[in-house]
């Protein structure tokens, strides 16, 4: 199969069952993707394919073959940590932090699909994705503090 992770090509041969996830912590060792629950559950294996927020325990690796994935090692660039890994850090919203690279990947995928950010926007992209430490608030905040800086209408703007 051949792919793109986080804007680098990639070929190998995979087993038709291999999970996209085993694939990209096993094979590439790209280990910021989580296995939570195993069962679409908890969302720490969140990834971007193709712009669109997936979660990578359930999709084979076949499945992914000619697209495009972003983990959140590709978020970041060489200029720095990307706007919402920025505001989940200076909105206290990493808690215990293991399913933080999923939250990061869902919201990215909301404000990638150009709709305008809402509370009920962020709740329902978040929906999938289960924190176990505390509350949603900071999160919440974090991801309105994103959408500000990369400039994607907010709920007071909209």
Excluded: W
Aim: net charge negative.
């Amino acid at each position: 199969m051949q792919l793109t992770v986080n804007g680098r090509a990639v070929e190998r041969q995979v087993e038709g069952r291999t999970l996209l996830v085993d694939f990209l912590r096993k094979d590439l060792g790209l280990t910021g993707t989580h296995v939570g629950c195993d069962t679409t559950q908890c969302g720490a294996c969140t990834v971007n394919l193709d712009g669109v927020a997936v979660k990578s325990c359930t999709v084979l690796a076949a499945q992914a073959s000619g697209g495009a994935v972003t983990t959140i090692e590709g978020l970041a660039s060489d200029d720095g940590l990307h706007p919402l890994q920025q505001s989940f850090n200076r909105c206290h919203a990493l808690q215990c932090g293991f399913c933080t690279p999923g939250m990061i990947m869902a919201a990215d995928g909301l404000l990638r699909s150009g709709c305008a950010v809402t509370d009920a926007s962020i709740e329902r992209a978040l929906e999938g994705n289960l924190c176990r430490c505390t509350g949603y608030v900071h999160i919440v905040e974090a991801v309105k503090q994103a959408a500000h800086a990369l400039g994607v209408p907010t709920e007071a703007a909209a």
